[in-house]
Nanobody, 125 residues
Framework: HLEESGGGLVQTGGSLRLSCAAS????????MAWFRQAPGKEREFVAG????????GYADSVKGRFTISRDNAKTMVYLQMNSLKPEDTAVYYC????????????????????WGQGTQVTVSS
């Protein structure tokens, strides 16, 4: 079970911190990622982090503005979003992907085993 929180309405240039609480799974065995889906568009990769929090990756559109992190002890994953733009407006989803590989994550939505219900982020211009 994954549950996102922290979304909301923010002005251009503002910041938000999204949180994803995981339960019912061996959290340290899962790579984690954030995806987002804007109205009329497909769900897209935003950021990913490996099982051991050693490897992270970002979509080009958010690189330098967003930071993903995880706390295995608390079974939480976070997305710090700075310098927000109207084009960041979307529903943000947390995904978990079981993997043997400690240093990898995936940018492919269909490779994720579990999803949360999403949290809305709206950036006004």
């Amino acid at each position: 079970h994954l549950e996102e929180s922290g979304g909301g309405l923010v002005q251009t240039g503002g910041s938000l911190r999204l949180s994803c609480a995981a339960s019912g799974l061996t959290f340290s065995s899962y790579a984690m990622a954030w995806f987002r889906q804007a109205p009329g568009k497909e769900r897209e990769f935003v950021a990913g982090v490996s099982r051991g929090d050693t490897i992270t990756g970002y979509a080009d559109s958010v690189k330098g503005r967003f930071t993903i992190s995880r706390d295995n002890a608390k079974t939480m994953v976070y997305l710090q979003m700075n310098s927000l733009k109207p084009e960041d407006t979307a529903v943000y989803y947390c995904g978990a992907r079981w993997t043997f590989e400690p240093g990898s994550y995936s940018t492919t939505m269909h490779e994720y085993n579990f999803w949360g219900q999403g949290t809305q982020v709206t950036v006004s211009s």
